[in-house]
């Protein structure tokens, strides 16, 4: 096997996309830092990208396959240098909503004492019209805000000894479901998530079916069935603050007056 063969997304376990696969969600994540670039996963030759909009991803947005499937969806084959980084403040919360794509998602939650591995993409402009896009963030009625992190509310350490003055983060407009005590619970994995969601919530199996199969398949097929899922978790009252939409308001001020530095969401090149 040669050695383009050897960095395609396939051979290295990371093209299968969770918009295609629900339950696999958020989908496999590389195992360092690289440049992906089509079909393959190349090594890069520095972590920062000045000229980018650091965008720091929780769930799928770290998945190659995800990124590539939203990405052809608009006709868009640019590189995205994606860079490993040792994250200090933030943790995965599961998503107040349910997904069309069939899937509950996660979100990013406040954690202060929490140190995790995560994903920071580097888009140019058209790549971030189309994650916006992805997330809802263009459209009243979408799922999420685009917020600003601040270093040093959250700490972004890079392998090469830098630290991002901050970087964006994909709020739920929804807020995040919570552990029983008010505190966010963190996403444990599509399966695990949806098996807990079903056998505890009888109103819940009622409305998407007994396994996680079912409810992927029925989730998939109805856009109106996802709204009752989401009122639903209102109803039961198992949603709470993810702890990070000061941010997001102040990221949405500063796009309505235009205030520079702000990257404001661009319209997307389809819809």
Known sequence: MDHVTDRTLR????????????LLYPGAWPAGSGLLDGDRFLPLDRLVHEDRT???????NACPGQLRHKMEEFGIMSPIPMVKARVTGVDAGVSAHVSRMGYVSASP?????TVRELFVIWLDAEQLAVIDASEGVPVPAGNYDRAW???PDVRIDL????????????VNRHGVLHDGTGVPRTHPGQRVLLTELLVGLPRFRELFGVVPEEFCARARSDRRLC???TRLFVEEKLVTASGLERYAAVSLRAQQTGSPGTAASLSPPLM
């Open 109 to 113: 939650v406040g954690a202060p004492d």
């Open 159 to 170: 392998a090469d000894g830098t630290r991002l003055p901050g970087a964006y983060a994909y």
């Open 54 to 60: 650091p965008v720091l991803a929780i769930g799928s």
């Open 11 to 22: 051979a290295l376990g990371l093209a299968e996309a969770p918009r295609e696969h629900p």
């Open 149 to 151: 992190l601040p270093s």
């Open 227 to 229: 709204e009752r899922g």
